[in-house]
């Protein structure tokens, strides 16, 4: 039945309203219970999320915790080698000359001549100078005229005692048979021993005389001053016409002499290298300004005691230098090639431990780390030298840790044979 009017359209309306109330309440019920639901599940999602994420975190602590415990770490190691039997002692020094002399003028004058100035390359034997002395002059010929008289005396004091030497032989057998007297011969005994007196002192003033002149005559011949020996004139303090005194204490200091075919050094060598120095060892010689060119020489002398205060010992080195390269005075070093007398080791630098234990390496046996102590000899820069605590071929870890123990494992990765 249809109802077409406005009374019927009206009920509809109200009558559908009525439903729709009475369906509200259930609605916003099941709403409600599907919101608690989803709520629910919300909740129980995070949970075992966290709880999911706690668990696999604990699970990862774990994990780290097994690995640290199991992880064996890999190290570098190096080997250790014996020293050479050589041990190179490398030492500051300065160049001499090996002969100097300075000479002193032995004659009183005044320069006539000067041969030589500095810097000039003299022979043995070569003048120098030459000192003019007209007092020295006079003194020479008034000794040679004195000389000549006492010689004429002697001559006449020779011929006086002939004289009577042979008037007493003449006479001595008359005497002994008595047919005269001692005292009417010519000359008797006394008289004859009175003229060989008097010649024995003729004789005495000729040789005092002929030593005089002789002393003169040196004097005379130190007016040419020469050299001793050859070498370099390195100073000079006279010039033509300079006055020269020769006296024992106060002569005048006229050229130093050197001689540069052969050059010397001297160097004070350590204790802890002096033990196995001898003459004879070799020894190389460094000037700064000549990089390209070593000099080599060898040890000559030695002193036999250490000097007390620096405990090192005074040693001397003689270098050839026929090309005259070196000149006295020069700094240089000097490399000794010194026979080892003690055993030693050579260990990286990067392997040296220093902590309240002392110094100490790590060496790696059969993968497990044993520290031991050392006594390092000498500091070599990227090497130490060592007498105790390692033996030839020990593995010894190159830049340990600082948490590495005693009994820790590791893994060697690299050896590195020191050089």
Request: proline share 7%.
């Given at each position: 039945m249809n109802f077409n009017g406005p009374f019927d359209s009206e009920q509809v309306s109200e009558t559908d309203r009525d439903a729709e109330r009475e369906a509200s309440p259930a609605k916003k019920r099941r709403?409600?219970?599907?919101?608690?639901?989803g709520l629910v599940l919300v909740t129980t999602a995070a949970l075992a999320s966290g709880a999911w994420s706690h668990y696999a975190q604990q699970r990862q602590i774990d994990a780290n915790a097994r690995q640290e415990q199991d992880f064996i770490p890999q190290v570098r190691v190096a080997a250790?080698?014996?020293?050479?039997d050589i041990d190179l002692v490398t030492l500051p020094a300065t160049t001499s000359a090996f002969a100097s002399a300075n000479i002193f003028a032995r004659a009183s004058g005044y320069i006539a001549e000067r041969e030589v100035d500095i810097g000039d390359h003299v022979k043995q034997g070569q003048l120098l100078a030459e000192i003019v002395a007209p007092e020295l002059d006079h003194q020479i010929a008034q000794a040679e005229a004195t000389l000549a008289q006492l010689r004429w005396a002697l001559t006449q004091a020779e011929a006086n005692r002939e004289l009577a030497k042979v008037t007493w032989d003449r006479?001595?057998?008359?005497?002994?048979?008595?047919?005269?007297?001692?005292?009417q011969g010519t000359i008797d005994e006394q008289t004859l021993k009175a003229q060989e007196a008097a010649?024995?002192?003729?004789?005495s003033n000729v040789t005092?005389?002929?030593a005089q002149l002789q002393v003169l005559q040196q004097q005379k011949a130190y007016q040419r001053v020469v050299a001793p020996f050859e070498g370099v004139i390195t100073q000079r303090n006279i010039d033509v016409g300079s006055l020269v005194q020769a006296d024992a204490t106060s002569s005048t200091f006229m050229f130093t002499l050197q001689q540069g075919n052969v050059?010397?050094?001297?160097?004070f060598v350590p204790q802890d290298a002096a033990f196995g120095l001898k003459p004879g060892i070799d020894a190389v010689v460094h000037v700064p300004e000549i990089p390209d060119r070593a000099f080599p020489g060898n040890v000559t002398r030695i002193a036999d005691a250490l000097q007390p205060g620096t405990r090192t010992l005074l040693t001397e080195v003689d270098i050839p230098n026929p090309d005259r390269t070196l000149s006295?005075?020069?700094?240089?070093?000097?490399?000794?090639?010194?026979?080892?007398?003690?055993?030693?080791?050579?260990i990286s630098a990067d392997a040296v431990i220093f902590n309240q234990g002392g110094l100490q390496v790590a060496v790696v046996e059969s993968g497990v780390v044993h520290l031991r102590k050392i006594g390092i000899v000498r500091d070599l820069g990227r090497e130490v030298e060592v007498n105790s605590g390692v033996k030839r071929g020990d593995q010894v870890i190159l830049n340990p840790s600082v948490d590495l123990a005693e009994g820790a494992r590791v893994r060697t990765s690299l050896q590195i044979a020191t050089s």
């Open positions: 709403g409600a219970s599907i919101a608690g639901l250790v080698q014996p020293s050479d006479d001595r057998p008359l005497v002994d048979k008595g047919w005269v007297t001692a005292q010649v024995s002192v003729a004789q005092a005389e002929q050059i010397r050094t001297q160097l006295s005075g020069i700094y240089c070093t000097v490399e000794l090639h010194i026979p080892r007398k003690t055993p030693s080791f050579r």
